[in-house]
């Protein structure tokens, strides 16, 4: 008979022993930590060469209109001009100040304030997260997964330059649902009657801040407030469930009422009587047909773009990765994953659909081309709901024995898959912001200069990059924003050119 070993037979390990199993459990860990902070690299690099290229944008489109009332009468034209004029959006108009008074050098550093902010609130969230799920991830891991969302989120868009690049854009419907995720931090890493208080404070103030930047952005924040809610009632009555829901209660009414002073402000009247957008328009059936005709489509281009697989990946990643603190605070619906998978995904639906009936009057024949921008409103719930079900599926793979090591391994290579497909449009993006850039400072030159010599008339020579609207474009049949150049320069009126 062979004769069996103290670990077969069950007899206590040595402390030798033991200390021994400790360091390589501590080993592996860091081994661990290492090898997911080196993969952050990739997507860190994208995002950190994206902002270089920021410093290739120069002013272009709606840009135009914006610069010459903020030389000539500041910040508070600026507001004048959106709430009386435009469309009503104060918070809007505040966000264009903050970048626009910086003139050119504003446009060209928006896109790396811009994304830090994005990636800091994102990195922030995972992390409030995983905190409140009682769970940890080894060190690297959250940043990792907070900047593969934020790289997918920005470079999977049709237009990664109005995403991403085009500040007038990206206050609205890239910075502001980031904002708006924001906001949850607070109530997430609360624990103390004061710390709920303030978290109560701070959604009240985002509320009413979204709510009049991103009519888009408000949509969707309700869309889920109300799905949170209709969630709680799966929930046993207790102090979490009455925070929860007095929570997005706040955060409903402050957006109910951003909306109220947006839709009965001036401007916003006269976005509708430029676009015939009424209430009773975009709710009669030929409208939400065609919104639902539309949506299908989006889905269909969003559905079939396969760099979002990155955020998937990511997820899964994060799911092997995670380790369970027993300090859960969520209550027992973290036990019920399915339920909020689905929830996510139609609360995804209906929001992505809302969201298109109101844009589409404005957007009626170019939504799938110059609209694009305002997907993002709801891609970005895209984004976190394809990473929360990657995190779901890479638990189930890590409680699979044999699994975990193969499934680590398939979701890094799909990250950094991902991060080099993201990167070669990119490439070519930088090339035509060149371009532009180039031509844009030459002809900023010629045009000062031709104006201090007291020129009334001066050629102006086109050059539009990422489907941007430039005076006459079209081949010369578009002259807006021809009258807003004109003004910028201090000049009566510009003239079609072609060199």
């Known amino acids: 008979m062979t004769a069996e070993t103290p670990e077969t037979a069950g007899t206590p390990q040595s402390p030798g022993s033991a200390a021994h199993q400790a360091r390589r459990e501590t080993a592996r860990r860091l081994g661990t930590s290492s090898w997911a902070a080196c993969l952050a690299v990739f997507p860190l690099g994208l995002l950190g060469a994206a902002m270089w290229i920021g410093r290739l944008v120069r002013p272009g489109g709606d840009d135009w209109c914006f610069l010459p009332v903020l030389r000539d009468d500041g910040v508070a034209g600026m507001i004048g001009k959106f709430y009386l004029h435009d469309n009503g ?50 060190r690297g891991t959250p940043l990792l997964t907070a900047s593969m969302i934020v790289a997918v989120f920005l470079f999977s868009t049709p237009n990664t330059y109005k995403t991403y690049y085009w500040p007038a854009s990206s206050v609205s419907h890239t910075l502001a649902p980031a904002l708006a995720a924001a906001a949850v931090i607070p109530f997430l890493r609360a624990r103390t009657r004061r710390g709920h208080a303030i978290a109560l404070c701070v959604c009240a ?57 947006l839709y009965t402000s001036p ?88 969201c298109t009936v109101v844009t589409l009057p404005a957007f009626r024949h170019n939504l799938m081309t110059y609209g694009t921008r305002t997907w993002n409103d709801y891609l970005f719930v895209y984004v976190l709901l394809l990473t929360g079900v990657g995190a779901l599926l890479g638990k189930t793979l890590r409680e699979t024995p044999g699994y975990t090591l193969a499934s680590a391994a398939v979701a890094a290579l799909l990250c950094a898959v991902t991060c080099v497909g993201l990167a070669i449009p990119l490439i070519g993006l930088e090339r035509d912001m060149a371009a532009r850039a180039v031509h844009w400072d030459r002809q900023d030159r010629v045009l000062r200069e031709g104006a201090r010599q007291g020129a009334e008339v001066l050629p102006y020579v086109p050059a539009s990059v990422g489907h941007m609207r430039d005076p006459f474009g079209n081949h010369g049949h578009t002259v807006w924003p021809g009258t807003c150049v004109a003004d910028y320069y201090h000049l009566k009126r510009i003239t079609y050119a072609t060199h």
């Open 89 to 138: 959006r104060i918070a809007n108009a505040l966000m264009v100040a903050a970048y626009g008074a910086f003139g050119v050098a504003g446009h060209q550093w928006f896109a790396t304030v811009s994304g830090t902010l994005i990636l800091a609130a994102v990195w922030a969230l995972v992390v409030a997260t995983l905190r409140r799920t009682g769970r940890t991830a080894p």
């Open 267 to 354: 401007g916003a009247r006269s976005r509708r009587t430029r676009f015939d957008t009424g209430a009773t328009s975009m709710a009669d059936p030929q409208s939400l047909g065609a919104a639902l005709r539309t949506f299908g489509d989006i889905l269909g281009t969003v559905l079939t773009t396969w760099t979002y697989l990155g955020a998937l990946a990511a997820g899964a990643l994060l799911g092997v990765l995670l380790r369970e603190t027993g300090t859960r605070t969520d209550g027992p619906l973290l036990s019920r994953p399915l339920l909020l998978a689905v929830a996510g995904a139609i609360a995804f639906l209906v929001a992505g659909y809302l």
């Open 205 to 261: 103030l985002a509320g009413l801040f979204i709510g009049t930047l991103s009519e888009g952005t408000a949509i969707t924040a309700g869309v889920l407030l109300c799905t949170v809610l209709l969630l709680s009632f799966r929930s046993p009555p207790g102090l979490e469930r009455t925070r929860t829901r007095r929570w997005c209660g706040v955060a409903l009414a402050a957006l109910l009422l951003a909306g109220i002073v």
